[in-house]
């Protein structure tokens, strides 16, 4: 029997490293693909990394996997607003569709608007900086510790320590000052919501109920807008599910993909 292939993409100024845990949960038991997705990693570059470039980019990276059956497609925070906006477009490419955080509400109007606002700010400064400027700025230390300490909700002190360590090795490798900044303005423009009504494959949204960039009242609100949804919440953790509470998204993932289709 021919393993379900599952297709994983990552967020904002992530890499592939950041769905690893997941990953390891999952096992052998599936086919698991997992890309940087342009403008960071190993992703390729875009023109203008809008999310109509982001979504052709997707078309024709399952395209070329060459699979001979749908691959299920999970999209993790900015990933999840390029899966679901991939899924609208193309929902025939797909088996189902995985959202976990989703980002289900406009960043400026979330809890976090202010802090929204100034990380606009930053982001436009570093893109106008000269360039041997810039990327220590959008690289700088601090910035990237404050961010991982915020959405951070673990006490266990291990795991913080590696929850900080994987984002000052991973997060600042992103391609270019124009990439990362021009991904923002995308990732700040567009939500799940957007598109949800669309979206005729069957799907799973996984949250956290302390998550501070789409709070559990408009996650449950974002379930309700699709044909066919179901929302799985996971206590005590925030955004960052795939770091705190891998074996938990990956059992709601395992037994979605076993779930029958409704009909």
Do not use: C
Not at 113 to 128: D, H
Not at 180 to 195: E, M
Not at 207 to 215: E, K, L, Q, R, V
Not at 234 to 250: C, F, M, R, S, W
């Amino acid at each position: 029997m021919k393993k379900t292939t599952i297709i994983m993409i990552h967020g904002f100024r992530g890499t592939h490293h950041g769905l690893a845990r997941i990953a390891e949960e999952l096992g052998d038991t599936y086919n698991l693909i997992i890309p940087d997705i342009p403008g960071f990693g190993e992703g390729e570059p875009l023109e203008d990394y809008s999310l109509d470039s982001y979504v052709t980019w997707l078309q024709g990276f399952i395209k070329a996997q060459k699979l001979a059956t749908s691959p299920v497609l999970l999209g993790h925070s900015f990933g999840s607003i390029i899966s679901a906006a991939y899924a609208a477009k193309y929902p025939k490419t797909i088996a189902k569709l995985i959202l976990v955080n989703p980002i289900g509400a406009p960043a400026l109007e979330g809890p976090k608007a202010i802090m929204t606002r100034l990380a606009v700010f930053y982001y436009w400064v570093g893109e106008t900086l000269p360039a041997r400027l810039a990327h220590p700025w959008l690289a700088a230390r601090p910035i990237v510790m404050v961010m991982s300490i915020t959405m951070a909700k673990t006490k266990d002190k291990q795991l913080r320590r590696y929850i900080h360590d994987q984002h000052l090795q991973y997060f600042s490798r992103f391609h270019s000052p124009h990439s990362v900044s021009r991904s923002f303005k995308t990732s700040t423009s567009h939500s799940v919501r957007d598109v949800a009504a669309d979206i005729s494959v069957p799907t799973l949204l996984i949250a956290g109920d302390n998550d501070d960039i789409t709070p559990l009242p408009k996650q449950k609100e974002l379930v309700t807008l699709f044909p066919d949804a179901r929302l799985k919440v996971i206590k005590n953790v925030g955004h960052l599910t795939h770091y705190e509470t891998p074996d938990q998204v990956a059992q709601f993932v395992t037994d979605f993909i076993a779930s029958p289709v409704r009909k």
